[in-house]
């Protein structure tokens, strides 16, 4: 049985990766900050006794050390992602997307030269091509980025910096490093609120929204399920004569973003209208999108005889199938009982069940482990006017998740006094409230639960008393009950034609 470490597992593609390498035997260990994941992406696999998880950042050098000690593979997934997301950010995408890499190679160097091999996945990207005017790119390719006064392209550029390292790394120390340039995934848990297509349009043709198709909806991407990319993921890492390489995954069957819509609509049956919006009105004037993004997949046919199992209509069918499942069992829990269901993690199995109700309930677990609340006096509490009380209870539980951080080798779990704020993230990362409000029916990125809880907490006492009857984020957040309510017009329009 191999321990393999993967960074980034409770995001979309990482969550998908953590369950198959779980399928095969092995242990993984999953390292999350949840800026982007959300640790609700893992609950297929809660309570397996080889998983473990820690939700920390891979910019803490003592946390990656100890990870990478115990790991045999590392499959490195964490990144800043989403061209919306970037472009807002080109600042934290350099700083997450290129001193972690470093840092992680560094600590695998280490150990290799200690005597012990370890295998590195890099998930690279399509942005790295830029806008290479090439009908199709191979890996040979010129990458062709626009002006650095454009910030779309400081993700692409991040991502170069990344495989430069790990090619440097290979050539001065003849580390196992495998890079894989991902084309389009998508695929069941991929979120729309970082400006992905494919979930945006399923969202908005089940809602009866019109699907925002930027400029004139002829941008040509492919489409791979993420489950096809991640067969070939693993089956490049484990093949020593992929170490050194570069592959494209995805697909490389083309579409335009606006006969996707014409798809989405067609599979969902729904009766929404397709709108075309400029990019200058969807984000900033200097947005520059790629009209073309093709990939030969030439080089990943000849390594592993890749036959993806899914085309077009199977992923979408896919996608609104798991949406709608979704949908009903988010539904079903919250009117129920939100707590249900939420079963321990093994492994560090107490902080994964902590950050799981954390995400569910948008408020702290049970009192028994409440710091602060259980020294002060019942009598005390009981002397306070009744208003008061509650109106601090509920701004407490708004503002504080108490996640305990998972310490490595600290298998007591979190300990009394330990606090996570609800959202590390600087405001201007978090979702907007419209975005919040477009994942009705999908859970909310967990650490914005508590501020959506706190959104309804400073509201009207009626929304107050449907929070407390369910506090299921963002699911109740603005209903005052089950039923979705009409999302702002500016929810829909990132609708982007481009998922990074
Ligand atoms: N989805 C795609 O189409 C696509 C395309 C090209 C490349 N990629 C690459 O694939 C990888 C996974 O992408 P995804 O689509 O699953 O996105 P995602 O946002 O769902 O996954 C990224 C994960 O990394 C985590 N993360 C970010 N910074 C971190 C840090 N400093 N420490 C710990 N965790 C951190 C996030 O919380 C998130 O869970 C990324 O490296 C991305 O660049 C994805």
Not at 38 to 55: I, P, Q, S, T
Not at 266 to 283: K, L, M, P
Not at 397 to 416: H, K, L, Y
Request: hydrophobic residues 35%; glycine residues 8%; charged residues 25%.
């Amino acid at each position: 049985m191999k321990t393999i470490l993967v960074t980034g597992g409770a995001g979309f593609i990482g969550s998908h990766l953590t369950e198959s390498l779980l399928a095969r035997g092995d242990r993984v260990l999953v390292v999350d900050d949840l800026s982007t994941g959300r640790v609700d992406n893992l609950a297929n696999v809660r309570g397996h006794e080889r998983l473990e998880w820690f939700e920390g950042s891979i910019t803490d050098a003592g946390l990656v050390e100890s990870l990478v000690a115990r790991a045999d593979d590392v499959y490195h997934l964490a990144a800043a992602v989403g061209v919306a997301l970037i472009a807002k950010e080109p600042i934290a995408t350099i700083e997450r997307n290129v001193a972690p890499t470093q840092q992680l190679l560094a600590a695998v160097d280490r150990k290799h030269r200690a005597g012990h091999a370890v295998r590195f996945f890099l998930a690279s990207t399509s942005e790295v091509y830029g806008k290479n005017p090439k009908g199709q790119w191979t890996e040979e390719d010129d990458l062709v980025f626009g002006a650095t006064t454009r910030a779309r392209w400081s993700y692409g550029c991040s991502k170069a910096i990344d495989e430069f390292l790990c090619l440097g790394y290979r050539r001065q120390s003849g580390l196992a490093v495998v890079i894989g340039r991902f084309f389009n995934v998508v695929g069941p848990r991929q979120t729309g609120a970082y400006g992905m297509v494919l979930p945006r349009f399923v969202q908005a043709a089940r809602s009866g929204q019109p699907l925002m198709v930027h400029d004139d909806g002829q941008q040509i991407r492919c489409f791979a399920h993420v489950a096809d990319v991640v067969g070939a993921v693993i089956r490049l890492t484990e093949r020593p004569e992929s170490a050194g390489e570069i592959y494209n995954i995805g697909s490389d069957l083309p579409v335009s973003i606006h006969e996707l819509a014409r798809r989405v609509l067609e599979r969902t049956g729904s009766r929404s209208e397709i709108r075309f919006q400029s990019y200058h009105d969807a984000y900033d004037k200097d947005f520059e999108d790629i009209r073309r993004r093709i990939p030969d997949l030439g080089k990943l046919r000849r390594a592993i005889d890749y036959r993806p199992r899914y085309d077009l209509n199977a992923i979408i069918d896919d996608v609104i199938a798991t949406t709608r499942a979704h949908d009903k069992s988010t539904v079903r829990r919250t009117a129920t009982d939100p707590g249900r269901g939420v079963r321990t993690i093994r492994g560090h199995g107490v902080p994964l069940r902590l950050a799981l109700r954390a995400a569910r309930h948008g408020r702290g677990p049970p009192k028994a482990s409440r710091p602060n609340r259980p020294n002060q006096p019942e009598a005390k509490r009981r002397h306070q006017p009744r208003q008061r009380q509650r109106h601090r209870t509920n701004s407490e539980a708004a503002r504080t998740t108490e996640v305990a951080r998972p310490r490595v080798g600290d298998d007591a779990g979190p300990r009394r006094g330990d606090r996570l704020s609800s959202c590390d993230r600087p405001r201007s990362q978090r979702p907007s409230r419209s975005d919040r409000f477009a994942q009705i029916g999908s859970p909310a990125p967990n650490c914005c639960a508590a501020a959506a809880y706190l959104s309804v907490a400073s509201g009207s006492s009626a929304r107050r008393s449907a929070a407390r009857r369910s506090s299921d984020g963002c699911v109740l957040m603005n209903s005052g009950g089950l039923s979705p309510p009409t999302p702002p017009n500016r929810s829909q329009k990132p609708g982007a034609s481009f998922g990074s």
